[in-house]
């Protein structure tokens, strides 16, 4: 199977992220992914061609460059720019992903996802919850914290989660510090509380990232378990196969 690749910028093409996408006859599934607080590492190239090497034509949009913040990676600058973008720029710039995706010729529109890993899970939580068409939701340890609301984030994803519409599957560690085990208590019941298929991953070690080998809270053993289980769900859930190549 040969994979095809190509980095966007937003100056030279409206758009900025990394594209890979496997050569098929035929338009395919895909998958939006939304990376973390550290922006486009070689990290999230990696996982990127891993899903494409699967079969789906994958999307890692440039989240910091599409808000105005172009840069090779967002590892020192990631924290403040969160830290002042309100959410609803969060979900403008991701619904413009949505849609530069859905825009390939080699995307079937009827099959595609939304990954998000850390902050990119949070704000996945609420494209997936005003996006219908999202077909399913991996979320990877998506960032949650125990507060109020505030202008910037006026829509607690507990809440948010309540209103997704297709499966999803969640995956979080025991040793998150990030988002703590009573955190992730309270976003169990509100993936429940929306109907959908539900698979929650929740292991006894792993730390907030221990899929990134580059986070403090790396597990290699997490992250081992948790691909298998992942590749499996959106292959239910796309209901695709390799003959479709």
């Given at each position: 199977m040969q994979i095809i690749e190509r980095s966007f910028g937003t100056k030279s093409d409206g758009i900025g992220g990394f594209l890979a996408y496997p050569e098929r006859k035929t338009p395919g599934p895909s998958l939006l992914l939304i990376h973390p607080k550290s922006g486009i590492t070689d990290y999230i190239k990696i996982e990127t061609r891993k899903f494409a090497k699967l079969g789906y034509?994958?999307?890692a949009i440039n989240v910091f460059e599409q808000l105005g913040y172009p840069a090779a990676t967002h590892i020192e600058s990631g924290s403040q720019i969160q830290a002042k973008t309100p959410d609803s720029e969060f979900t403008r710039v991701l619904t413009e992903g949505w849609r530069?995706?859905?825009?390939?010729p080699h995307v079937d529109r009827q099959r595609v996802a939304v990954c998000g890993y850390c902050m990119g899970g949070r704000i996945a939580i609420h494209l997936v919850?005003?996006?219908p068409e999202a077909r399913a939701f991996v979320g990877y340890y998506p960032t949650v914290r125990d507060e109020p609301a505030t202008p910037l984030r006026p829509v607690h994803p507990s809440q948010a989660a309540r209103k997704i519409r297709c499966p999803s599957i969640i995956l979080y560690g025991a040793d998150d510090v990030t988002?703590?085990?009573?955190?992730?208590e309270k976003m169990w019941e509100a993936f429940r509380a929306n109907g959908q298929r539900l698979e929650w991953h929740f292991f006894p070690f792993g730390g907030?990232?221990?899929?990134?080998p580059g986070a403090v809270g790396y597990h290699a053993?997490?992250?081992?378990?948790?691909?298998?289980l992942v590749v499996d769900f959106l292959e239910r859930e796309l209901q695709w196969s390799s003959s479709h190549f």
């Open positions: 034509s994958t999307f530069f995706l859905l825009s390939q919850a005003a996006t988002t703590v085990v009573p955190v992730q907030h990232g221990y899929v990134d053993h997490a992250a081992e378990l948790s691909w298998p």
